[in-house]
């Protein structure tokens, strides 16, 4: 695919670019070409690379298409004031070359803008950590991690605050457990509280958000044993034991929901700070039971959990601890299902250096672009800027607001 020759001017006055946009923040991260062969502005060519994505265009390829089709009163706030627009190899290469620590680092304090939390409100924003697979990729590695990305997902905004890619480890737990403190480290936990499931149950990585001024709450499973049965055995002694003796402190949430082919799905969640002076576990204040119970497909089904958090009861509430939990699910349902299935990760076969890396986090961007202008239906959303490519644009380079 060759590169577009120039277009006439466009019939409608141009859209501002603002400082504050995500094109202004792009300028930031480092260019890896030699500058006698540029022919375009790097943060022109990503900025182009999401305006297209949030257009439904989910490769390189549809990408390069999707921009030769554009006539210049949609390239030429992207950067593309000549109306030439780059062919699919310009963007692969590109991709694959560039630096995925920087563009990282842009974009986190580029959402840190709209998705800061207030600092003396201790644990008033959930950030969700969690693992994600980039499928179509796997083909083409031998071993290597079966996880290539540690992302921080901002609960209810649900903005990406910060990825890290993975190229290294055996298997799950180490891949992600070598790159959480640099993940960490990206983000002021300030009024902030870590949820994650019972992998990211570590000392260290509890030791790191407490000495940042933030605070965790973790699922609890075998991988720490003696922290594990020391919960049970206070919410669920054995049939067997002696008389349980009254708990000091047990406060208790409940929420009843249906929907998504379930009936009465129930969350019970039952707090307790009387393991807090005996726990040696980093900065416990509170350890939990979470009891679920649905019906799907005439079956009924229960599942148990224990967990621990450094939220005292003044700032975690039994209701509180219980929605930082249900928050925590944000990442899957509205972040890791939608970049499968609405924008094609799966499906990716781009594979070369940094590229799958890059290609994630631009997907990342564009979901957040959405979701912080209030979109909830994503797909339909992407259609709809397929036909009005200006709308896509004006996300990319409009100021950065919040969605309250």
Known sequence: MECTPAVAPPATAPMPVSPRSLLAAFAAVPDPRRQASVDYPLPALRALAVAAILA?????????????????AVLAPLGFAAGRTPCQSTLHRLFAR??????????????????????????????????KAQRGRLQYQAGGSPVHALTAFCHGRGVVLAQEPIDRGADKAEAELTVAPALLARLDWRGRVLTGDALLCQRKVCEQVLAAGGDYLLLVKENQPTLHEDI???????????????????????????????????????????????????????????????REHGQQHRALHYAVTSLPPASGSAARLLALKRGHWDIENGLHRVKDVTCGEDRSLVHL???????????????????????????SRLRAHADEPRAAVALVVGPAHAHA
């Not at 439904?56 to 030769?68: D, R």
């Not at 708990?247 to 949430?253: F, G, H, K, V």
């Open 56 to 72: 439904n265009q989910h490769s390189p390829l549809a990408i390069a298409e999707w921009a030769a089709r554009q006539g210049a």
């Open 232 to 294: 049970r055995l206070l919410f669920d002694p054995p049939a067997d034991a002696p008389a349980p003796v009254p708990l000091l402190d047990r406060r208790a949430a409940c929420t009843v929901e249906k929907g998504h082919g379930r009936a009465a799905d129930t969350r019970r969640l039952g707090a307790s700070t009387d393991l807090t002076g005996y726990l040696a576990w980093p900065g416990a204040a509170q350890v939990i039971r979470l009891k679920r119970t649905w």
């Open 353 to 379: 250096g940094a590229g799958p890396t890059v290609m994630a986090m631009l997907r990342d961007t564009a979901i957040s672009l959405l979701r912080r202008a209030g979109c909830r239906a994503v797909a």
């Open 98 to 131: 560039l630096d995925g620590d920087g563009l990282s680092g842009a974009l986190s304090a580029y959402f840190a803008l709209t998705a800061a939390p207030d600092p003396a409100r201790r644990g008033g924003q959930g950030v969700a950590v969690d693992g």
